[in-house]
């Protein structure tokens, strides 16, 4: 997606560790413009596939599924990270491990707005290890729904996740994909 | 406004303790379509108001926060509630104490995204001891950002949330007050 990759372009900053921080426009300040585009092309590339729920997880999954979900037409349903007082009973769960955080963390989604007879559309801003993603996917086949892909707006294609993800038959469509990029030249090198 | 409250009393769920669970449409699965029709109506009352960036929290804020920053065509803040290895650098930041997960927690602002010129509308899920909106209130003026006003979606009245923040001059537009509600009865008393 040419919009998006400007976008990084311009706007990204190579941290140290292969971090790239897009906090401007993506995942702390949300240009909600660029989500509609990366709405219309989500829907684009999944036409026809009857989605009719869209999961992700929080927090920066959330903004960017809320606003593809429009095109879609479809509720949204976010896994959370911790149990909170205000989620009891049947839920389903898994756990994953966050890089960013160094720590490994349960997440869970109410049993009730998951399940038989879904086709799911996993949506986040980035794919890198690929654990969260996972996580998601494990959850939408403890509760029998039917996982439709994942639409991701990042995916470091120099980290393992989207491979390991693709081989499992999951179908991944990232609308950037970066390959390769250098923290001293600025350059980024994105995936034809 | 009659179309959540309805939403309200035909999903909504009273439980021990006056928690309202509202997680079908609200704060766990999203109906986003509720989401833009509360989008136009806090358009409609902070109309003229020159509202340029919205301020909410992470996680639940999210979502209706980037689906009303739609109807006003402005960007998203989110405040961060731990931080994080990819926000590094000058960050505002305040003390949030949170009853739902009883701890204190620091929530965070990067400098950058907030600051002189600014003309903020804060957007959150829920108003209850006010203590996650009175956070983001004061990170609005340590930036030197202009408070418009609060924009939250259920307003549970009979906690002193709302009059505090009142009291302190800020505007608060809540779409639905609960005066009271009773767990045995199931009744909901909404604020005229």
Same mark, same amino acid.
């Given at each position: 997606?040419?919009l998006?990759q400007?976008? =990084?372009?311009?706007? /990204?900053?190579?941290?140290?560790?292969?971090?790239?921080?897009v906090?401007?426009?993506l995942?702390?300040?949300?240009d =909600?413009q660029?989500?509609?585009?990366?709405?219309k092309e989500?829907?684009?590339?999944f036409?026809g596939?009857?989605?009719?729920?869209?999961?992700?997880?929080?927090?920066?999954g959330?903004?960017?599924?809320?606003v593809v !979900?429009?095109?879609?037409?479809?509720p949204?349903?976010f !896994? #959370?990270?911790?149990?909170? #007082?205000?989620?009891a /009973?049947?839920?389903?769960?898994? #756990?994953?491990e966050?890089?960013?955080?160094?720590r490994?963390?349960?997440?869970i989604v109410?049993k009730?707005?998951?399940?038989?007879g879904?086709?799911?559309?996993?949506?986040?801003?980035?794919? !890198?290890? /690929?654990? &969260?993603?996972?996580?998601?996917?494990?959850?939408v086949?403890?509760?029998g729904a039917?996982?439709?892909?994942?639409?991701?707006v990042?995916? #470091?294609?120099?980290q393992q996740?989207g491979?390991?993800?693709?081989?499992?038959?999951?179908?991944i469509?990232?609308? &950037?994909?970066?390959d390769?990029?250098n923290?001293k030249?600025g350059e980024?090198?994105?995936?034809d």
């Amino acid at each position: 997606m040419q919009l998006l990759q400007d976008r =990084i372009r311009k706007d /990204g900053k190579i941290k140290e560790g292969n971090v790239l921080k897009v906090d401007s426009f993506l995942n702390h300040q949300m240009d =909600i413009q660029l989500f509609e585009e990366i709405g219309k092309e989500f829907k684009r590339r999944f036409e026809g596939e009857k989605i009719n729920k869209i999961l992700t997880i929080e927090a920066s999954g959330i903004g960017i599924a809320c606003v593809v !979900a429009q095109s879609f037409g479809v509720p949204v349903v976010f !896994a #959370k990270k911790n149990q909170t #007082k205000n989620i009891a /009973g049947d839920v389903y769960t898994t #756990k994953v491990e966050s890089f960013t955080h160094g720590r490994v963390y349960d997440i869970i989604v109410a049993k009730e707005f998951l399940g038989k007879g879904d086709r799911v559309l996993l949506i986040d801003d980035f794919l !890198a290890n /690929g654990m &969260a993603l996972e996580g998601l996917a494990e959850l939408v086949q403890l509760s029998g729904a039917e996982l439709v892909g994942a639409g991701i707006v990042i995916e #470091k294609g120099f980290q393992q996740g989207g491979d390991l993800l693709r081989s499992q038959g999951i179908r991944i469509e990232s609308l &950037a994909i970066i390959d390769s990029m250098n923290e001293k030249t600025g350059e980024i090198v994105f995936r034809d």
